[in-house]
């Protein structure tokens, strides 16, 4: 009987362990003044986010846009996406400069490299968010070079 136990009580962590590892791959990751400045400065990745408030009309309309966008850009090693609200964090939002809603904003080693306005769909923000990746990247490795 014993036996039985173990394997129930076994199998219930695999399940609470296999959860958490899923939760803590989430695609989109939520940033606040605590976590925002330590994650942009990680090495050799992008993190695009996007600063709204839950009030404003235009982040509703987003909908579920930016949970899509981290699923599809989840392959991407180099490319974290997150997302702060400004509604509970509006210190790190004026830090980072943000006066309107949404703002979407690409940093690369701490440092703001872009700002996305173009159209609201997955496939442009994918494509702009590669891009200025691929440019950071490559600015990073040219002054890295020069400072050898």
Same mark, same amino acid.
């Given at each position: 009987?014993?036996?039985?136990?173990?394997?129930?009580? $076994?199998?219930?962590?695999?399940?609470?362990?296999?959860?958490?590892?899923?939760?803590?791959?989430?695609? =989109?990751?939520?940033?606040?003044?605590?976590?925002?400045?330590?994650?942009?400065?990680?090495?050799?990745? +992008?993190? $695009?986010?996007? $600063?709204?408030?839950?009030?404003?009309?235009?982040?509703?309309?987003?909908?579920?846009?930016?949970?899509?966008?981290?699923?599809?850009?989840?392959?991407?090693? !180099?490319?974290?996406?997150?997302? =702060?609200?400004?509604?509970?964090?509006?210190?790190?939002?004026?830090?980072?400069?943000?006066?309107?809603?949404?703002?979407?904003?690409?940093?690369?080693?701490?440092?703001? %490299?872009?700002?996305?306005?173009?159209?609201?769909? %997955?496939?442009?923000?994918?494509? $702009?968010?590669? !891009?200025?990746?691929?440019? +950071?990247? +490559?600015?990073?490795?040219?002054?890295?070079?020069?400072?050898?």
């Amino acid at each position: 009987m014993r036996n039985h136990h173990h394997r129930a009580f $076994f199998l219930l962590l695999l399940t609470i362990t296999t959860c958490l590892i899923i939760q803590t791959q989430s695609e =989109v990751l939520t940033l606040t003044s605590d976590t925002l400045s330590d994650k942009i400065k990680e090495k050799d990745t +992008a993190w $695009f986010v996007k $600063f709204c408030v839950p009030w404003c009309k235009h982040c509703k309309k987003l909908g579920s846009l930016w949970d899509e966008l981290g699923k599809v850009m989840e392959k991407e090693d !180099e490319i974290e996406i997150g997302e =702060v609200d400004c509604g509970t964090d509006k210190a790190v939002c004026s830090k980072v400069d943000i006066h309107s809603y949404p703002t979407f904003k690409v940093f690369y080693d701490g440092e703001e %490299v872009a700002k996305y306005q173009g159209k609201r769909d %997955v496939e442009s923000l994918k494509t $702009f968010v590669l !891009e200025e990746a691929e440019k +950071a990247a +490559a600015k990073a490795q040219l002054d890295s070079d020069k400072e050898l």
